[in-house]
């Protein structure tokens, strides 16, 4: 069974960072590109970040491009994404989603349905 467990969350001052892990199990990690998601109060869910199973190809949100980090440790079955300059707006929760055919572009376009999500995990970004 598919799982995806994400950490890493928690309350920051604007300019700080935050690296959130998405932890997985039950399927064959490495045939699947993973997408960090998120979403704030009163918005629609939208692709942050997205990286496909050999990790060779990345995508970014305009809105975390040059501040946002995906990487990824197949041996580890986890995803990171490393989240720097922090602002306000980044205030979401955030969550990881699998996926074994999409492209990273489609995937962070939320052009398909994913495989699986996580349960997401609380970022908050204030003074």
């Known amino acids: 069974q598919l799982q995806l467990v994400e950490s890493g969350g928690g309350l920051v001052q604007p300019g700080g960072s935050l690296r959130l892990s998405c932890a997985a199990s039950?399927?064959?990690?490495?045939?699947?590109?993973i997408g960090w998601f998120r979403q704030a109060p009163g918005k629609e869910r939208e692709g942050v970040s997205c990286?496909?199973?050999?990790?060779?190809?990345?995508k970014y949100a305009d809105s975390v491009k040059g501040r946002f980090t995906i990487s990824r440790d197949n041996a580890k079955n986890t995803v990171y994404l490393q989240m720097n300059s922090l602002k306000p707006e980044d205030t979401a929760v955030y969550y990881c989603?699998?996926?074994?055919?999409?492209?990273?572009?489609?995937?962070?376009?939320?052009?398909?349905?994913?495989?699986?999500w996580g349960k997401g995990t609380l970022v908050t970004v204030s003074s």
């Open positions: 990286i496909s199973s050999s990790g060779l190809t990345t």
């Open positions: 039950g399927f064959t990690f490495d045939h699947y590109a």
């Open positions: 989603a699998a996926d074994d055919t999409a492209t990273v572009q489609a995937m962070c376009a939320m052009l398909r349905n994913m495989d699986g």
